[in-house]
């Protein structure tokens, strides 16, 4: 691998792929289609950038953040992977947006769970795919 393949990898999981969320019991899509990016793009690194800052910002006096503060900047920094989406509430599209995703983030530990595994997975990114 040459250093200009590493750039484009990286270039290519900014752009982001789309992956359609499936029900965690049957595993049969539900037709929610998100656009995520892979963990080796830019916009990853800016997000874990953020973390860090919203987690510094949050420390109390002792330098001490509450659970439930890692958890608020945990799921933003997960929505902050989603770059689009295709998804429907009593049959009209939600207008994609940071509060919206975070909206379907907080909806459901399965949705978050499989959107932290695509988020990382490089292979799901590779391309073709």
Same mark, same amino acid.
Request: glycine content about 12%; hydrophobic content about 30%.
């Given at each position: 691998m040459q250093l200009n393949e590493i750039v484009a990898w990286s270039e290519d999981q900014d752009r982001g792929r789309w992956f359609e969320l499936v029900?965690? $019991? *049957?595993?049969k899509p539900v037709g929610i289609r998100l656009k995520i990016v892979g963990p080796d793009s830019q916009t990853q690194r800016r997000a874990t950038l953020k973390l860090a800052d919203e987690l510094a910002d949050m420390a109390d006096g002792d330098?001490? $953040?509450?659970?439930? !503060? &890692?958890? *608020?900047? &945990?799921?933003?920094?997960? !929505? &902050?992977? $989603?770059t689009d989406w295709e998804i429907l509430e009593d049959s009209s599209p939600v207008p994609f947006g940071f509060a919206n995703v975070l909206r379907l983030l907080k909806a459901a530990q399965w949705v978050q769970v499989q959107v932290d595994a695509l988020a990382s997975d490089r292979a799901a990114h590779r391309v073709g795919s």
């Open positions: 029900d965690p $019991v *049957t595993g330098g001490m $953040v509450s659970g439930e !503060a &890692r958890e *608020t900047c &945990r799921l933003k920094n997960l !929505a &902050r992977c $989603v």
